[in-house]
């Protein structure tokens, strides 16, 4: 399910802004100018690491893809930069308000009710009239081919249906920043088609940050990678230099599908 979160103030929320003394101007100005910074972030679920130090700046209208293996911290960082999860220790500037920013989970979670009622019920908790929300869930069910559906209880798609669901509920809240955490993992491949197609038409003009294991998908979509391992930031690198340049041994091995 995209994150619903109440209607409230529009301007930017920065949370913590902090430049330390050795900072070089250069980076400190392109934190300044960040949608999200990160610095030293730390997360632990009790005493086992998540993130460990991660470092890094995401600006407007970047695509951001998030890779590695299992466990090694895309979800948690998702989180985190979704204000969905607290970090123990670091710095993090968020200029993004909530309203602004969406959030798809690998399997979205359907309210029993129906389809068009699931979209507009993340309009009207937004601020939209019941009428004009249900109105505007049947558009962004066309655009994701399902206002032939609209009616249908959410809980009877499938699963490519559902997440084409969650997708529209996305974005009929036009958000500036998309994040998706495996939006196409558990489909079937025709399933996966349609999604990633929908995903690139929605990614037109925002910001997106997405996880995937999908290399040929991240070629795609990307126009950046960070590769993740044990929680830490090993390459962050655009699309092409990760794909075609040199990597450290970790990355290359996992690129090579060497890594477990």
Not at 243 to 258: C, D, I, M
């Amino acid at each position: 399910m995209s994150n619903i979160r109440p209607h409230g103030d529009a301007r930017p929320r920065l949370r913590v802004v902090a430049a330390r003394s050795g900072d070089a101007p250069e980076a400190v100005a392109t934190a300044a100018s960040a949608l999200f910074a990160l610095r030293d972030i730390d997360v632990r679920y009790g005493r086992v690491p998540a993130l460990a130090g991660v470092t890094l700046s995401i600006h407007a209208g970047e695509r951001v893809a998030l890779i590695g293996a299992n466990g090694s911290g895309k979800s948690t960082l998702l989180r985190v930069l979704h204000g969905l999860l607290p970090h123990a220790g670091g710095t993090l500037v968020n200029a993004v308000p909530p309203q602004a920013q969406a959030m798809l989970f690998q399997r979205p979670h359907m309210l029993r009710m129906s389809v068009r009622n699931n979209v507009a019920l993340a309009l009207w908790l937004h601020g939209a009239r019941w009428r004009d929300a249900q109105r505007e869930a049947v558009v962004a069910l066309g655009r994701v081919g399902l206002d032939s559906v609209a009616g249908r209880n959410a809980r009877t798609l499938s699963g490519g249906q559902q997440q084409r669901m969650a997708l529209a509920r996305a974005w009929a809240l036009k958000p500036a920043v998309l994040l998706l955490d495996e939006p196409t993992a558990s489909l079937d491949p025709t399933a996966k088609r349609e999604v990633e197609a929908l995903i690139a038409d929605a990614a037109h003009g925002r910001t997106l940050v997405f996880a995937s294991h999908n290399l040929g998908q991240v070629k795609r979509l990307a126009s950046r990678v960070v590769y993740l391992e044990h929680g830490r930031v090993l390459a962050d690198l655009p699309v092409h230099d990760f794909f075609n340049g040199p990597l450290p041994e970790e990355a290359r091995q996992f690129v090579k599908g060497e890594l477990a």
